[in-house]
């Protein structure tokens, strides 16, 4: 049904009183589909008419738009989207910095450890002397990646496992805010045969140091980049600072669409919502933010890749990994962050007289307020 905004935002007023314990109705379901499919449908033609106005806008085989250098687009991504998938390496349960749009928000002094001496890989505990006997048993990924919170905490704990995957010949990267890197760590990381390293460049807001830690990398590891949820705050505070960053020589930018989870969402109250295939949240500024900043690198033909790592690419990646994980025909493990709709999230674009549905009908006989049978 193609629900029209104003009965869309009746349904969703009513559906954001009923108690978290009540579970919505089947009908009352189809409402809420719909809405989210006229939401989606509206945002989805916004995006395409800024993708138009991108002359060089290319492809990584149909699975993620970019634009720029196609020699720098990160192996790291290729191997989420091409290859036997990212495997995550877990390690650090503190970071030096606390987000708005961290996954984490309000408990980052409350994640659990890995434990002493263990690292988390594929969710299961290993000592580094496990490594070798994993190698020589599993097939080996085609990339692997640190993360989870903050490596620098504790970053002399990784130079050894970096120096084991690097000779088992697979690609490996690292994500940091970047504002305890020094000279000394960083270079011991190019050492060890770390091959690729992300900025948070927005965790810092864009700060000086971190600039200069990006240029720094550039010295001693083969790729270096950025990787930032899109925010306002990162799109103003990047532009002030252009040409710095731009001077560190960097290789890609990775501009992600920012979604949120039960830890997150407060701190974007008010703003205008979609979901992506009943999928991840996310305010829709996120990707226009991204797609107004890939048309200025193309327009200006920065040395660079700027990669639009959006809900939809995150789609594709949960559709690659299942199959190469041998799983059943069209199973993916992307879905939503929230075990109940938060129909109330909803309500800023619903009410939003700028933001409106491409075609509206009227409601089916049964669908329309009072009529729908309890």
Known sequence: MKISKKDALLWFEFFSALPEEEEYLTKQQE?????FAQIEAAVDDRNEKLMEEIKNLKTLNH????VGNDSK???GCCSCLLGTGLSAIRKTNKCNVECKFCYNYGELDDIAPIGEGLWDIGGTKYYEKDIDLLLSIQEKPTGISYVYLEPFM?????YSIVKKFRNAGIHQHLYTNG???????????????????RFNLGASNCSDK??????????Y?????????????????????????????LDFINCAELHLNGNNIDNYAGE????????????????????????????????????????????IRGMNLRGKEGGWFGSNNYACEFTRIPCEVFLPILRDDQFQFLIEEELPKGYKPGEMMF
């Open 210 to 219: 971190v600039i200069e830690n990006i240029g720094i990398a550039k010295k």
């Open 73 to 75: 687009f990160p192996k």
């Open 154 to 158: 504790e970053i002399e704990k990784y």
């Open 179 to 197: 504002i305890l890197a020094t000279e000394e760590t960083l270079k011991a990381l190019g050492e060890a045969g770390l091959d690729e390293i």
């Open 221 to 249: 590891i083969k790729r270096v980049g950025i990787e930032t949820p899109m925010t306002p705050e990162l799109f103003d505070a990047f532009f002030k600072k252009k040409q710095a960053i731009l001077d560190t020589k």
């Open 31 to 35: 409402i809420i589909y719909a809405v």
């Open 272 to 315: 205008n919502m979609y979901i992506s295939r009943h999928g991840y949240i996310s305010p829709i500024w996120s990707r226009e933010l991204t797609l107004k900043f890939m048309k200025i690198a193309d327009d200006e033909n920065w040395d660079l890749a700027v990669h639009d790592c959006s809900n939809h690419t995150k789609f």
């Open 63 to 66: 699975r993620t738009l970019y």
